[in-house]
């Protein structure tokens, strides 16, 4: 069939999304956002139940994406609709405190042993920028090292070196920063330090020849895109304590394979992370949290507190309710099940392409799971980046003209509590038809 018949195939199975996104177009500035874009024209989804979605044009999906891996229950899940009708019962936005961010701060401080108070923001985003902050604040340091490859939100002190090309990208060992979006603040990648993955020497030689300068390191583990080795993680921790850095976690693709978060898994103990998505039950989310030293820094009752957050929305109620009701959910079983669903599909899917000879990369971390093509094994941004990237956009074509969502470009796809084994058996037999059709 090759690529360009099963493009074909998608734009005649799905004429009323594209009406909707050529209408959307003309008011809606690129009509979806960023990462809801693929070519030609993406879906425009009706509803959502359970491990399904409709689109409009009437057709139904096993969906693999789960709103950016957010919806970790499926959708409409019964205790979440319950717990945002009482919310909504109770007021929607009321100007002050209604008890739920306390709670719900309680149920995550239990969690994750290495948080003594959270604080709620709107997004990763905003979890990322006042993290910074707080850092630098409390530091008294300017710069910020991150990794080639990890993403924070957007924001001018993260959005370096995220998806650099290669060419601009300076030696492995020593990356160059790279402005990731148009119209940063020029100085944003002069007080980036950018530091390979999976390189403990290059780790430690750059954080300490910036250390007078550094006030923290911001790691996103890239749960289920690039696998990191728990005794890398554990060189991060250990380094930036020794070089007296604050170590910041990126856990906003978090809880989804243990009830501690990934840290939990890499027995570590950050001194701040960074949550989202799931914590807010499918309604805009972000929390910061760690240490009560570092965190009284935004405690307003001592005085002039030294580094101020506010939001309109930040700590919502609904948003707030919704979340503890997907916590909640999240028992050490429903885990088990999330993750036995991800260890089926890794298993399945490395057996479909070593009998067919494909070259290819499964990641699969709890719940949470990405396909490279082209190559054989991906340990740092530069792998990732040289991976065959035209193949995992057929593949995830050709599955939605299948009746399956993953994410586009099958990186950071998800599974949802309602999936079943025959979900995963299904769709690794129509990744094994989606190759068929790519190679006739
Ligand atoms: C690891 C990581 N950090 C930060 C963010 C940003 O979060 P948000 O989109 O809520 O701003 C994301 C979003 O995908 C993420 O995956």
């Given at each position: 069939m090759g690529i360009e018949a099963i493009e074909e195939r998608y734009r005649e199975l799905t004429p009323e999304s594209r009406e909707l996104f050529e209408e959307g177009r003309e008011v809606n500035a690129g009509a979806a956002k960023g990462a809801y874009y693929y070519a030609p024209y993406p879906l425009t989804f009706r509803r959502g139940s359970g491990c399904e979605l409709d689109d409009v044009d009437g057709r139904t999906y096993v969906d693999f994406g789960n709103h950016h891996t957010a919806q970790v229950l499926g959708h409409n899940h019964p205790a979440v609709v319950i717990a945002v009708r009482s919310q909504l019962s109770d007021g929607i936005a009321l100007g002050g405190p209604m008890g739920v961010e306390t709670k719900i701060a309680k149920h995550m401080c239990d969690r994750v042993s290495s948080l003594d108070r959270i604080r709620f923001v709107n997004s990763g985003t905003e979890a990322s920028l006042h993290a910074i902050r707080l850092a630098r604040q409390f530091s008294g340091k300017p710069k910020v090292a991150k990794f080639e490859g990890g993403y924070h939100g957007s924001h001018d002190a993260v959005e370096v070196s995220v998806s650099p090309n290669l060419e601009d990208?300076?030696?492995?060992?020593e990356p160059k920063a790279v402005a990731t979006a148009g119209g940063m603040a020029p100085h944003s990648v002069d007080d980036t330090i950018v530091l390979p993955y999976d390189d403990e020497e290059s780790l430690e030689r750059l954080l300490s020849r910036h250390r007078e300068d550094l006030a923290c390191v911001i790691m996103d583990p890239k749960a289920g895109i690039l696998p990191q080795r728990p005794e890398f993680v554990r060189r991060v921790r250990d380094v930036t304590r020794d070089l007296g850095m604050i170590m910041i976690f990126d856990e906003i693709v978090g809880f989804r394979q243990a009830r501690g978060g990934l840290q939990s898994h890499y027995e570590i103990e950050p001194d701040l992370t960074c949550f989202g998505k799931i914590i807010g039950g499918g309604f805009p989310v972000g929390a910061f949290g760690g240490r009560a030293d570092l965190m009284d820094q935004l405690d307003n009752s001592k005085g002039s507190s030294t580094v101020f957050q506010s939001g309109t929305h930040s700590a919502h109620a609904v948003a707030m309710a919704a979340g503890l009701a997907t916590l909640e959910q999240l028992t050490d079983d429903a885990h088990a099940h999330l993750n036995g669903l991800g260890s089926r599909l890794k298993t399945g899917l490395d057996k479909l392409f070593g009998d067919r000879g494909v070259v290819a990369h499964v990641v699969v971390m709890g719940s949470v799971f990405s396909i490279h093509f082209g190559i054989e094994e991906v340990r740092t941004y530069r792998d990732m980046a040289s991976a065959d990237k035209e193949t995992g956009l057929a593949v995830f074509m050709s599955l939605l003209n299948q009746g399956f969502f993953l994410s586009q470009g099958l990186g950071m796809c998800a599974i949802s509590l309602p999936t079943e084994g025959e979900h995963i058996d299904a769709l690794v037999e129509a990744i094994g038809i989606a190759l068929d059709e790519i190679e006739d």
């Open positions: 990208a300076g030696d492995p060992r």
